[in-house]
């Protein structure tokens, strides 16, 4: 862990993601870069990451109710990374990892996650989120409600909750792309704006 400019935090554990981190930091005055991380994640990083961030999010001088919002959008937006890498071999390596660019725009704050995911759960992880932006605030929050009441859960996890939290909690599309790699691999790469005014 490296501590940048004006104490911003930058974790580079490896550099092998397909977001070019250089590009946003060369791009981005440091007073608006607020965190950026690039690494391999498990369970006790994830929430390593969560304090960093929520300390991060402390020295802004925001409403409270929009930090818990940032936050909330946050551990859901990471969370989803978390459960949808796969590892990647590359040479004699293998590792799992997620990009983490969290920014202050004049409007809005903005995260862009990033990670590799199998092919073989593109097209899932993809209608899921045309579904969720295809629909009204009002269906998403009748489909919310319904998931919860009917414990539509799964293994790994929600059946889309996180994802329809975030589309709920920002009030904006999902804003997504994937990226092919290879035949059994693709990079993930999600986008999230929370605006700064209620």
Do not use: W
Not at 98 to 106: A, G, H, K, S, Y
Not at 138 to 167: C, Q
Request: proline residues 2%; charged residues 25%; aromatic residues 8%.
């Amino acid at each position: 862990m490296v501590i940048g400019p004006q104490n911003h935090i930058f974790v580079v554990d490896s550099l092998s993601a397909l977001i070019n981190l250089k590009e946003i930091t060369n791009n981005t005055p440091d007073e608006d870069l607020i965190f950026v991380y690039q690494g391999a994640v498990n369970d006790e990083r994830v929430k390593k990451l969560l304090q960093l961030t929520e300390s991060a999010l402390n020295k802004q001088t925001i409403k409270t109710s929009v930090k818990r919002k940032i936050f909330r959008v946050l551990m859901e937006a990471i969370q989803n990374s978390y459960k949808h890498q796969c590892e990647v071999v590359l040479g004699d390596d293998s590792f799992k990892e997620i990009t983490m660019v969290f920014l202050r725009q004049e409007q809005f704050y903005e995260l862009i996650l990033g990670n590799y995911i199998t092919n073989e759960k593109v097209d899932g992880l993809r209608a899921k989120m045309d579904q969720i932006n295809g629909q009204s605030e009002k269906e998403l929050k009748t489909s919310y409600r319904n998931t919860l009441n009917n414990n539509a859960r799964t293994k790994a996890g929600g059946s889309g909750l996180g994802l329809m939290d975030i589309a709920r909690k920002t009030g904006e599309p999902l804003n997504y792309s994937f990226s092919k790699v290879n035949e059994d691999i693709a990079y993930f790469t999600f986008t999230v704006k929370i605006y700064k005014v209620e």
